[in-house]
């Protein structure tokens, strides 16, 4: 079988076994076929529509210490910084004005949130905002944790896997972090009933073309309703601040098998994405991506949430940003849409 045929059968399928996968990611010949096909899938199931979310980062504190976040926390040379509550209150005030209907609240794993300051900050926003989503991105938490922030109202939750391969996992994080956790935490989190995001980045230090395929199977198998991939880009203050990042190429092909194995997911054109290419998420979005994340943090914090370097979107206010990002989506042939955008069973349609 040519490989274009390969292509043409796991798009018919939504179903691939590691050869296929291995053959797709290894030669870049039918790239571009690769790419129409994911996008005629996201037609399919979404037609143009790309969804906006609104992204708060409320933190910058972490427990942790991912040997390739930026905000790890033996990174010294962080400003640390924490949103007060009225503070998330009035971006979420500026979003609500903007068309957002999704306000994305995420941080590193800050433990001096009580879990009762978390569950008031989101009922009060879905008690001024009722018509909006909420998501939670803030770490690994106990099943009990997770249940009261659904309870409070909180509708996703997005916690990246980061490497479905466990040896792969203990190389990207210190010891005290577990791959089996992280695991059981995105299972709990489908459990108590969220629409759930898992993801990974491509490029990693110590990745290897097996750990993607595995990456590629592992959300076949769990189902995620929303899926971030971005590529891997150094932080000069942490262990991997030398290693190479991830390139524009692999992280598209991620993206567009991504859309062809889950056809209905939510799929963000990220701004690590953007960061590397600075055309990165139009050509994310023709790949498959329906979703972008303009930044509602306070301008004058955007800085301090810097995972990597030289991320981009951080000098602008949030109007700035929405406008940016319309005019993006609109120029790479897709609309954006202000409802909530909640992932559907479009089979069941
Ligand atoms: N603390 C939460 C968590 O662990 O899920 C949310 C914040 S965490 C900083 C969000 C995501 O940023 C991670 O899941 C990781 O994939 C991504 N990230 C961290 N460092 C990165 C880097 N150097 N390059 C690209 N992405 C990075
Ligand atoms: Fe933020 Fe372009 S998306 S400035």
Redesign the pocket.
């Known amino acids: 079988m040519n490989l274009k045929e390969i292509i043409k059968n796991i798009s018919e399928a939504h179903d691939a076994d590691r050869e296929s996968l291995r053959a797709i990611i290894e030669n870049s010949s039918e790239d571009n076929f690769l790419f129409e096909e994911a996008d005629r899938i996201r037609r399919e199931n979404y037609g143009i529509d790309v969804y906006l979310r609104g992204l708060i980062e409320i933190s910058n504190y972490c427990k942790n210490d991912c040997l390739y976040c930026g905000i790890r926390k033996s990174n010294l040379s962080v400003k640390r910084y924490r949103l007060e509550k009225d503070e998330i209150l009035e971006c979420c005030k500026t979003g609500y004005k903007l068309n957002f209907r999704t306000f994305v609240l995420q941080g590193g794993e800050d433990l001096k949130y009580t879990d009762d300051e978390i569950c008031e900050i989101v009922s009060e926003i879905k008690k001024l905002y009722p018509q909006c989503a909420v998501t939670l991105s803030l770490g690994e938490k106990s099943f009990d944790t997770y249940k009261k922030y659904y309870e409070a109202g909180a509708d996703r939750y997005l916690l990246r896997h980061e490497t479905a391969d466990e040896e792969h996992y203990k190389k990207l994080h210190p010891k005290t972090m577990s791959f089996q956790n992280r695991m059981q935490c995105l299972r709990n989190l489908k459990k108590i009933g969220f629409q759930t995001g898992a993801g990974f980045m491509v490029g990693s230090p110590f990745q290897k073309t097996e750990n993607l395929i595995s990456d590629l199977m592992f959300l076949k198998e769990f189902q995620p309703e929303m899926v971030g991939i971005g590529p891997f880009i150094p932080q000069k203050d942490t262990p991997f601040g030398n290693e190479k990042q991830g390139n524009l190429r692999d992280t598209l092909v991620m993206v567009a098998l991504t859309r062809i194995l889950l056809p209905n997911a939510l799929i963000p054109s990220t701004t690590a994405l953007g960061t590397i290419d600075p055309k990165g998420r139009e050509l994310g979005l023709k790949a498959g991506a329906n979703v972008v994340m ?2 509602l943090s306070p301008a004058r914090f955007r800085k301090l949430y810097a995972l990597y370097d030289n991320k ?2 951080t000098g ?1 206010e949030a109007a ?2 929405r406008i ?2 319309q005019k993006r989506v609109e120029s790479a042939g897709y609309n954006i849409v202000t409802d909530r955008g909640d992932w559907k069973n479009r089979s069941e349609k």
């Open positions: 303009p930044n981009i979107c602008e700035e940003c940016c990002l």
